[in-house]
């Protein structure tokens, strides 16, 4: 069992900068990689990155490729999301997932994914 809890979401203007945080309980958190997804008012979850279990791998969007960079710490069962040059196209709850796949373009489904978080806001005001 994987507990998954985001945090670091908020109110910004568009042009700013946010990091979300994943925080994970267990000491098997280096076995599934991660990702984060994204869901706007009367849309469906979409996926935003994915990395790897070690950190070596990982995919992006095409909407935030260039300005959004996933990283992990394994030691502090961290998974963090840089949003830079935020739009506000990227408001959204985002969700964080941990996922025991090992293959990267599977981890942009959102059914490929064990455990999920609660989710924290994102809203960038234009």
């Known amino acids: 069992q994987v507990q998954l809890v985001e945090s670091g979401g908020g109110l910004v203007q568009a042009g700013d900068s946010l990091r979300l945080s994943c925080a994970a309980s267990g000491r098997t958190f280096v076995s599934y990689a991660m990702g984060w997804f994204r869901q706007a008012p009367g849309k469906e979850r979409e996926f935003v990155t994915a990395?790897?279990?070690?950190?070596?791998?990982?995919s992006y969007a095409d909407s935030v490729k260039g300005r959004f960079t996933v990283s992990r710490d394994n030691a502090k069962n961290t998974v963090y999301l840089q949003m830079n040059s935020l739009k506000p196209e990227d408001t959204a709850v985002y969700y964080c997932?941990?996922?025991?796949?090992?293959?990267?373009?599977?981890?942009?489904?959102?059914?490929?994914?064990?455990?999920w978080g609660q989710g924290t806001q994102v809203t960038v005001s234009s």
């Open positions: 990395i790897s279990w070690s950190g070596g791998s990982t």
């Open positions: 997932g941990a996922s025991k796949i090992a293959t990267m373009i599977l981890l942009s489904r959102w059914n490929t994914y064990d455990y």
